[in-house]
T-cell receptor, first 112, second 114 residues
Framework: QQQVKQSPQSLIVQKGGISIINCAYE??????FPWYQQFPGKGPALLIA?????SEKKEGRFTISFNKSAKQFSLHIMDSQPGDSATYFC???????????FGAGTQVVVTP | DSGVTQTPKHLITATGQRVTLRCSPR?????VYWYQQSLDQGLQFLIQ???????AKGNILERFSAQQFPDLHSELNLSSLELGDSALYFC?????????????FGEGSRLTVL
C-alpha cells in the first residue's frame, strides 16, 4: 500500500518555467516531509525538507508548500533549468522504525 | 559523494542463484536501510538495522535476508533469484535511530537476473 501518493509521474517544462510536483499522505502521525532528487546512475539525495509546524519552506529556487489539513505537500521548482532534470521523490516519516515512506517518483525534464 | 559505499555496482546472474550486496554506511552512522528500486515501483523499503539489530521490516521477500555487522557494514543476501528481482538496490544510512533525519544514499547495486 502506497502511503505517500505522488503525481505526476513525469513532466516536461521549458527552461525558466515552474515545475510543480504534488504528494498526498494519509498517516497523520507523519511529521517530517523531505524531497529527494535523483540523477541517473546516482542515489537519491536530500533536496529540501519541511516539518508540519510551517506551511512553506524555500531554499533557492526550490519551495515546499505544506497543507496539513488537506494532508498534502508540494515541491515547486522556480526558473527551472536543464540541470534540474532528474527524478524527484517525496517522502514522509513519523520518526518510528522503518516508517520512512517514499512516493513513486516524478521524472522532470527541463527543455532548453 | 554521500559517504555511503555500495558494492558491486553491477551484477548479472542467472535465475536460481544467490548474490550478496554490500554496504558501508557513512562514518558515524549507526542506522542502515535497504531499498529496492524498480521502474514501476519507486523506492520500496526492505529492511532497517540500527547498531547491529534489525529494527524494521518492509516489503522484503523471505528469499531475501540482511544483517549488520559489528563494524556497521551491512549485507543484503538475495537467494533463489527470479527475473523479477532485477532492480537497483540502494543502501542508505543515517545518524538518528528513528527516521526524522536525512538519509544518505549510496549509488546503488544494479542487479540483472537472466
Amino acid at each position: 500500500q502506497q502511503q505517500v501518493k505522488q503525481s505526476p509521474q513525469s513532466l516536461i517544462v521549458q527552461k525558466g518555467g515552474i515545475s510543480i510536483i504534488n504528494c498526498a499522505y494519509e498517516n497523520t502521525a507523519f511529521d517530517y516531509f523531505p524531497w529527494y532528487q535523483q540523477f541517473p546512475g546516482k542515489g537519491p539525495a536530500l533536496l529540501i525538507a519541511i516539518r508540519p509546524d510551517v506551511s512553506e519552506k524555500k531554499e533557492g529556487r526550490f519551495t515546499i508548500s505544506f497543507n496539513k489539513s488537506a494532508k498534502q505537500f508540494s515541491l515547486h521548482i522556480m526558473d527551472s533549468q536543464p540541470g534540474d532534470s532528474a527524478t524527484y521523490f517525496c517522502a514522509a516519516s513519523d520518526g518510528s522504525w522503518g516508517k520512512f515512506q517514499f512516493g513513486a517518483g516524478t521524472q522532470v525534464v527541463v527543455t532548453p | 559523494d554521500s559517504g555511503v559505499t555500495q558494492t558491486p555496482k553491477h551484477l548479472i546472474t542467472a535465475t536460481g542463484q544467490r548474490v550478496t550486496l554490500r554496504c558501508s554506511p557513512r562514518s558515524g552512522d549507526l542506522s542502515v536501510y535497504w531499498y529496492q528500486q524498480s521502474l514501476d515501483q519507486g523506492l520500496q523499503f526492505l529492511i532497517q538495522y540500527y547498531n547491529g539489530e534489525e529494527r524494521a521490516k518492509g516489503n522484503i521477500l523471505e528469499r531475501f535476508s540482511a544483517q549488520q555487522f559489528p563494524d556497521l557494514h551491512s549485507e543484503l543476501n538475495l537467494s533463489s533469484l527470479e527475473l523479477g528481482d532485477s532492480a537497483l538496490y540502494f543502501c542508505a544510512s543515517s545518524v538518528a535511530p528513528g527516521n526524522t533525519g536525512e538519509l544518505f544514499f549510496g549509488e546503488g547495486s544494479r542487479l540483472t537476473v537472466l
